[in-house]
C-alpha cells in the first residue's frame, strides 16, 4: 500500500530530473520556469547523429567554460525568454528556461544510445504552451 500511495504522490508531482539536477547546480526555479538536465554530447553536424550522449566524464575544465558561453543566450525568435545554463558534475549541466507560456508536456530529445539521430522535441499535448516550448 504504501508503494502505491509513493507512487501515487510521485507520479502527480515529479516531473523529471531537470529542476533537481538544475537546481543542484544554483539555479533558482521560479513557478512558470522549465528546467532540463542536459549532457554535453558529440553529434555529427552533417548526419545529426549522436556519436557519443556523453562527454568524458573528466569534463571539469571544458564544461564550466561551456557554460559559461551558453549562460543568457539569447533567443531571437523568442525575445521574452532567458536561458540559464549551469555546470554540475562530469558531463552535466542544468538549464532553465524562463518565461511566458512554457510547459513542461514536451518530449524528450534524448535518443537513449549513441549513434542514433537526435530526436525532436513534440508537444505531448495540444496546448499553445507546449507547441511553444517544444518550438523554443
Not at 8 to 16: I, L
Amino acid at each position: 500500500m504504501w508503494v502505491d500511495v509513493l507512487c501515487g504522490v510521485m507520479s502527480r508531482y515529479y516531473r523529471g530530473r531537470g529542476a533537481f539536477e538544475s537546481m543542484g547546480a544554483g539555479l533558482d526555479m521560479q513557478p512558470g520556469d522549465i528546467a532540463f538536465k542536459s549532457n554535453f554530447a558529440t553529434i555529427n553536424n552533417d548526419t545529426g547523429i549522436v556519436e557519443f550522449r556523453r562527454a568524458d566524464r573528466n569534463f571539469e575544465g571544458d564544461g564550466p567554460k561551456l557554460c559559461n558561453d551558453l549562460d543568457g543566450i539569447s533567443l531571437p525568435s523568442f525575445p521574452h525568454h532567458k536561458v540559464s545554463v549551469k555546470y554540475a558534475t562530469e558531463h552535466r549541466c542544468g538549464v532553465r528556461v524562463s518565461g511566458p507560456g512554457l510547459t513542461d508536456n514536451i518530449s524528450s530529445t534524448d535518443p537513449l544510445k549513441d549513434n542514433l539521430p537526435l530526436l525532436k522535441p513534440e508537444p505531448l499535448d495540444d496546448s499553445s504552451e507546449a507547441s511553444t516550448t517544444a518550438t523554443l
